[in-house]
């Protein structure tokens, strides 16, 4: 499943969040405070920040004294992200379905972050395994995503513009991509298991959300973010055109009354609904030199993969050349079996909730043939055609 429906959304939304970055961060400063305490952010650690829009948290993941790295799916966020913080790598691309450590190499990361990023997946499961596979072992994800009682994030200052609509736009359904996508604690707890996350903790967190800026009364602030939401854009495409310029503008005359109306000591703001959701990366199994060399060897002398494929070289330590029947080469790291014995292995250990599973005597040369498919022919990452046979 493909993010391309978000794409388009959040192409067309970006000119504007990235416009008022400042009336959204007032007003999500609560949410952004959460993320940032829960994922005990400092010095050291590198941090990829899921859905980085304009840079709020990335900043302060720079601040803090991380190696920070943005991605978002649109163009025009990402631009505005490095932008305002230069110290930080950014990404364009979609954290669903993007190799992040290949596009950004190093090690991996200790810390994924977002907030208000991850409601959009087509596919959840598949995005949170593809970020966990991005992550260290014993990594920690902290996230914070609307929840399921939310109302009037989607709807105050919208009420008056809505009744105007024969047929107004429902609001965000929960559990579909979108700003509900990850509304459900059951859903996120089903998500974050699935994707092979441990630990995984979903706290309630109400914050206020206001949005004054350098002293206004948040009025004009709101109305933007309002009109810029589900029944904002509705309303403005029905109504604009058939009520002209005066009529639109008596309207949103209206709108702002009925903001006037709600207005807490001087200023609109409400409180909002999240959830703040941490979850741990499976810390490492490390397995010995010698078991990772066995398991090659048996696999591919056990049948399982030797009819179409053998050992041409291998030093014993560093890599194995691997030469399909059909001539084309295969280099491998043998680190890459490694990880994918060390990941297998720690989803066992999850799966039993063992924390200390071992690999002890003989290798199984069913075992081996399982490694070296998830680790080497699955999950991860081989190069191949004629120049890796050069190496």
């Known amino acids: 499943m493909s993010n391309d429906v978000t794409r388009a959304e959040w192409t067309g939304k970006a000119e504007?969040?990235?416009?008022?970055?400042?009336?959204?961060?007032?007003a999500f400063a609560a949410f952004t405070r959460a993320v940032i305490d829960a994922a005990e952010l400092g010095p050291g650690l590198r941090v990829l920040d899921v859905g980085c829009g304009a840079g709020t948290v990335l900043e302060r993941a720079v601040a803090a004294g991380a190696d920070a790295v943005g991605i978002?799916?649109?163009?025009?966020?990402?631009?505005?992200?490095?932008?305002?913080?230069?110290?930080?790598?950014?990404?364009t691309a979609d954290a669903q379905t993007a190799p992040v450590l290949q596009l950004a190499p190093g090690v991996p990361f200790d810390r994924i972050v977002s907030r208000f990023g991850v409601m959009f997946f087509a596919d959840p499961v598949a995005a949170f395994t593809n970020l966990r596979a991005a992550a260290a072992p014993g990594a920690r994800l902290a996230f914070v995503s609307w929840r399921d009682d939310e109302d009037e994030m989607f709807r105050h200052g919208t009420r008056r513009l809505?009744?105007?609509?024969?047929?107004?736009?429902?609001?965000?359904?929960?559990?579909?991509?979108?700003?509900?996508?990850?509304?459900?604690?059951?859903?996120?707890?089903?998500?974050?298991?699935?994707?092979?996350?441990?630990?995984?903790?979903?706290e309630?967190?109400?914050?206020?959300?206001?949005?004054?800026?350098?002293?206004?009364?948040?009025?004009?602030?709101?109305?933007?973010?309002?009109?810029?939401?589900?029944?904002?854009?509705?309303?403005?495409?029905?109504?604009?055109?058939?009520?002209?310029?005066?009529?639109?503008?008596?309207?949103?005359?209206?709108?702002?009354?009925?903001?006037?109306a709600t207005l807490v000591d001087g200023t609109v703001r409400f409180v909002s609904r999240t959830w703040l959701v941490t979850a741990a990366n499976p810390a490492a199994v490390t397995v010995p030199d010698e078991v990772v060399h066995a398991v090659l060897?048996?696999?591919?002398?056990?049948?399982?993969?030797?009819?179409?494929?053998?050992?041409?070289?291998?030093?014993?330590?560093?890599?194995?050349?691997?030469?399909?029947?059909?001539?084309?080469?295969?280099?491998?790291?043998?680190?890459?079996?490694?990880?994918?014995f060390e990941v297998l292995l720690a989803d066992t250990a999850r799966d039993r909730n063992d924390?200390?599973?071992?690999?002890?005597?003989?290798?199984?040369e069913d075992l081996a043939d399982t490694v070296v498919q998830f680790g080497l022919f699955g999950r991860l990452v081989y190069s191949t055609g004629p120049e890796a046979r050069g190496r």
């Open 297 to 340: 060897r048996a696999a591919i002398e056990s049948g399982g993969v030797a009819g179409w494929a053998d050992i041409e070289h291998w030093d014993g330590h560093g890599h194995a050349d691997i030469v399909e029947c059909g001539g084309s080469g295969h280099v491998v790291d043998v680190g890459v079996v490694r990880r994918g």
């Open 162 to 202: 809505a009744a105007r609509l024969d047929d107004p736009p429902e609001p965000p359904r929960v559990g579909q991509p979108g700003p509900l996508g990850l509304a459900g604690e059951d859903h996120i707890r089903t998500v974050l298991a699935d994707s092979g996350w441990t630990d995984i903790r979903v």
């Open 72 to 91: 978002d799916l649109s163009p025009q966020m990402a631009a505005a992200a490095h932008a305002r913080v230069p110290g930080a790598d950014v990404l």
């Open 16 to 26: 504007l969040w990235v416009r008022h970055e400042r009336i959204y961060d007032a």
């Open 355 to 364: 924390r200390d599973v071992t690999v002890a005597g003989d290798v199984d």
């Open 204 to 260: 309630p967190v109400d914050g206020t959300c206001d949005f004054s800026v350098d002293g206004s009364d948040g009025v004009e602030e709101r109305l933007t973010v309002a009109l810029a939401g589900r029944i904002g854009q509705a309303a403005r495409e029905r109504l604009e055109p058939t009520l002209g310029p005066d009529g639109w503008r008596a309207a949103l005359d209206d709108a702002r009354a009925e903001l006037r």
